[in-house]
Every structure is written in structure tokens, then in C-alpha cells.
């Protein structure tokens, strides 16, 4: 059995993996998927003080206080920056890494330079630190690459606004052992936004593939699973 934690993107929360949860469970694994702080459950919690910091310790101290170990840590789009914090900082809890369409960052670098696009997501922040979601857009690209109205609507209903000091943040990657840890890419080809260019995948990091829009937990959740528990192996 294997313990897999997902961490969703900006904007969304846990509710995202709802369709993936099950498939991981029935499958004979422990799943969590939280919502961070400013989402779902915690939206109360919303202001401009929080950061990657925040969601970085959100993450860390699950796993800490829930004594999670051979942790597949899964991040969705942003949550590659939270992820990759965490590994950092808790490297022996974690087995493996999933960087699911996210991002990929380097020491030193934040969201806006890992994609730099970012910024101008920066520039029209309400209040200058609340960044609401991204406007839904005719297909493919629609609402994070789901058409279904339904899903679309279901999925709207759990947006929230993303701060920007979330985006702003650097990282400081300096445990080595961190860099040991397995990795796998999942990238969704269809539909991907102008703007977006994708860091090469590391030699000897798994890639893989899947023909969906950004939220593939949401329109394609039976592949995503079998990937997930392929990189659990």
C-alpha cells in the first residue's frame, strides 16, 4: 500500500481529486488530498500574507503530524513549486515525486520565473494581491481544459482567488538528498495556452502523456489514476 497525497493547483482545492481519490482507494492505497490554506475548507483563511511558504508548511506538517512515509507526492500546476518545497524539507518521507502539467522549479527561482507569463497575472491582481482565476476560454482551452458544461460548472463553483505572494516566492532548494528522490512528469497535450513552454524533462526522470486539458484529474481521472499508480510501483 502506498500513500499517495495530491496537492492541487491555484485556484482549485481538494475537491479537484474527487474522481481520482476513489480510483487510488480502490486500488488498495491511503489517499489524501487537503485543501491549502485560502481554499475549500480553509478559504476563510485568504489574505495577502500567504505565500508558497504557507503551502509549503501546509503540506509539511500534514505529513509530519499524520507520520506519512514512502509519501507519492503529487502536485498539480503550481503545486510543483509546493511539492518540490516539501521534498526539500522532508526528503526521507517521500518516495516519489509527480510533477503533474506543473511546475518544475530550480533553486532560487519563483512561479514567475519558472513561467514567466505569471506576471502578467501579477499585474491585473485585485486589490494588488488577489489573482482570480483565469477567464474561461472557447475550446480546447476552456475552463483549465474542461468542456463538459457540467464539469465546467461543477469545477467553477470551487474556484477561489490565488494570492500573489503565492507567485512571488522563492524557493531555497538546498538538500542535497531531495535530488535523489524519484520523479515522473505528466504533461496534458491538448489544448495548452500561448505562453506556456515547458522546461525539458530531466534525463532519467519519467515523462508521460495524456490527451486532456490542464485538469486531467477532472476529464481524464481513469488514465491519470493508472499513471499514478504506475510511478507508485
Not at 54 to 73: F, K, Q
Request: net charge negative; glycine share 8%; aromatic share 4%.
Amino acid at each position: 500500500m502506498a500513500t499517495f497525497l495530491l496537492v492541487h493547483g491555484a485556484w482549485h482545492n481538494g475537491r479537484s481529486w474527487d474522481r481520482v481519490v476513489p480510483l487510488l482507494e480502490a486500488a488498495g492505497h491511503r489517499v489524501i488530498a487537503p485543501s491549502l490554506t485560502g481554499y475549500g475548507d480553509k478559504a476563510h483563511l485568504l489574505s495577502p500574507e500567504v505565500g508558497l511558504g504557507t503551502h509549503i508548511d501546509d503540506v509539511t506538517s500534514l505529513i509530519e503530524r499524520e507520520r506519512l512515509d514512502d509519501v507519492v507526492l503529487v502536485g498539480h500546476s503550481y503545486a510543483g513549486m509546493v511539492i518540490t518545497g516539501v521534498a526539500n524539507l522532508v526528503p526521507e518521507r517521500i518516495a516519489h515525486l509527480v510533477f503533474l502539467d506543473a511546475m518544475v522549479p530550480e533553486n532560487g527561482e519563483s512561479a514567475i520565473d519558472v513561467l514567466p507569463v505569471t506576471q502578467q497575472l501579477v499585474d491585473l491582481a485585485v486589490d494588488g494581491w488577489r489573482v482570480p482565476p483565469m477567464p474561461e476560454q472557447p475550446p480546447p482551452l476552456a475552463l483549465f481544459g474542461v468542456t463538459d458544461p457540467d464539469d465546467a460548472a461543477w469545477l467553477r463553483e470551487m474556484l477561489s482567488d490565488h494570492p500573489v505572494r503565492c507567485l512571488q516566492e522563492p524557493l531555497q532548494l538546498d538538500t542535497p538528498a531531495a535530488h535523489t528522490i524519484p520523479r515522473t512528469h505528466i504533461h496534458c497535450t491538448k489544448g495548452q495556452p500561448t505562453g506556456i513552454t515547458r522546461r525539458p524533462v530531466p534525463v532519467g526522470e519519467q515523462a508521460r502523456e495524456l490527451p486532456t486539458g490542464h485538469d486531467c484529474m477532472i476529464t481524464m481521472p481513469v488514465e491519470l489514476t493508472g499513471l499514478l499508480l504506475e510511478a507508485a510501483k
